[in-house]
């Protein structure tokens, strides 16, 4: 290891220790964290079973970087090389549409074996592989709504879509030796203010009730669901709305996806984790940053990426999150995007650990909250980079910016061919 990262951090190392902070057990701890990839940032959300369609379900990439995956192995590839840039083991999570298969297949039946690229390329790699169901982008979601659609024909064809995707989640969780998270999350909502908001929604309970009836080792697949405010679209009335879903997962004892990016603009999912996991089980994140509305930008280091980090670390919540990114910048370098917001959201769980936390919640017992205000501030300036880069060069990846340089030259080499 280079010197002068060696030396740093050893200096860093002792301020640290003087508040009883045990750095190595951070580090520790940090490297068996592991964040899910999300697929679609790769290909602006695009996948690979209908070239032709549009992106749907309100969601929308702005800008056309150049050299964005066409085909399964190009995406392997750009993950491989931003895998490479990132400390740690980590999980990739796939959306249906992203098969990898010559198989005109329709989604109701698709099979874990139109997977098998993905999982063997996992099971390479140590791995693991999350799951999505892709209720948008079709013909079937075309007026905005999937399982909660009152054509009984369409639901079905939704329900089946999800049935068929717990089990290929399932097979990613057998093969690989660790739980796949199968994420629901679907576009259902009106423009404009409905007349019955009760209907749509019953039916969705419904429709979730037959995708969840079907048993499944939970040793392999975890279900989740994901709620939103508005889309583009459905801006005054979403099906699955956050009160929906709490309701659902809570008596359904599933997990609860918060997105960052889902909530009304000044709310937080920071202040809403605690409350779920002292009732539900488990829950998923999808860490974006929500810029004036849900505009899923690359997670950076903000306010509110640290606090929620802090709220894991301190309440002891890691082991009943599993992390996922989600975000989808066609502006800039895809693989760049993933590195950003990976490394980020590990450098935010790094923080929130380097801060003093049993005597952080002392003061506060104690009522001193101006020492308590005092220290949460100064630790912000706490040389926590000279841990980072320890970390980085120990786990064998670049440190600091310097993965930049490969993703400029993977640019040159591979990207600008395509
Ligand atoms: C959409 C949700 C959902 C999607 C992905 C592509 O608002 O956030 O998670 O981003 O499924
Ligand atoms: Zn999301």
Redesign the pocket.
């Known amino acids: 290891m280079d010197n002068a990262i060696q030396t740093s951090y050893n200096e860093a190392k002792k301020l640290y220790e003087r508040h009883g902070i045990d750095v190595d057990a951070a580090l520790a701890r940090l490297s068996q964290i592991r964040i899910s990839l999300?697929c679609?940032q790769g290909d602006d959300?695009k996948g690979f079973l209908r070239k032709d369609q549009e992106l749907g379900?309100?969601?929308a990439v702005t800008g056309s970087y150049p050299g964005r995956a066409r085909r399964p192995d190009e995406l392997r590839q750009d993950l491989d090389e931003a895998l490479r840039l990132i400390p740690g083991q980590h999980k990739v999570n796939l959306?249906a549409i992203y098969a990898d298969t010559d198989e005109q297949v329709e989604l109701d039946a698709l099979e874990p074996r139109h997977f098998a690229g993905w999982v063997d390329w996992a099971k390479e790699r140590g791995l693991g592989l999350d799951f999505?169901p892709?209720c948008f982008s079709h013909e079937k979601a075309k007026d905005g709504f999937t399982l909660s659609h009152p054509d009984p024909e369409i639901r079905r064809f939704w329900i089946d879509h999800c049935k068929a995707s717990r089990r290929i989640a399932e097979s990613f969780g057998r093969e690989l030796g660790q739980p796949s998270v199968t994420?629901v999350?679907i576009?259902d909502g009106f423009k404009d203010s409905p007349v019955d908001r009760l209907t749509p929604r019953a039916r969705l309970m419904e429709a979730l009730d037959e995708v969840f009836a079907e048993p499944i080792d939970e040793k392999y697949n975890i279900d989740a669901v994901?709620s939103?405010l508005f889309?583009i679209g459905s801006e005054s009335y979403v099906v699955g709305s956050h009160e929906f879903y709490m309701g659902y997962a809570l008596s359904r004892g599933i997990a609860v996806?918060f997105?960052a990016?889902?909530f009304h603009p000044t709310e937080t999912i920071s202040n809403k984790l605690s409350s779920w996991l002292l009732f539900g089980r488990e829950m998923l994140l999808?860490v974006?940053r929500p810029v004036r509305w849900?505009s899923?930008h690359v997670v950076t280091m903000d306010d509110e990426l640290l606090e929620i980090a802090r709220e894991l670390v301190r309440g002891e919540l890691l082991d009943r999150t599993h992390i996922g990114l989600?975000f989808?910048d066609g502006s800039i370098n895809h693989i760049a995007a993933w590195v950003i917001g990976t490394r980020n959201t590990q450098k935010a769980l790094l923080r929130a650990m380097l801060e003093p936390i049993g005597e952080l919640k002392q003061l506060e017992l104690d009522g001193d909250y101006t020492s308590r205000l005092a220290l949460v501030e100064e630790f912000k300036s706490y040389p926590y980079g000279a841990i980072w880069d320890y970390f980085c060069a120990s786990q064998g990846v670049p440190v600091r910016e310097a993965w930049l340089t490969d993703v400029k030259e993977y640019e040159t080499n591979v990207l600008s061919a395509r």
């Open positions: 999300h679609w959300v379900g309100g969601l959306h999505n892709t994420n999350w576009p994901e939103k889309g996806c997105d990016g889902h999808h974006s849900d899923d989600d989808f």
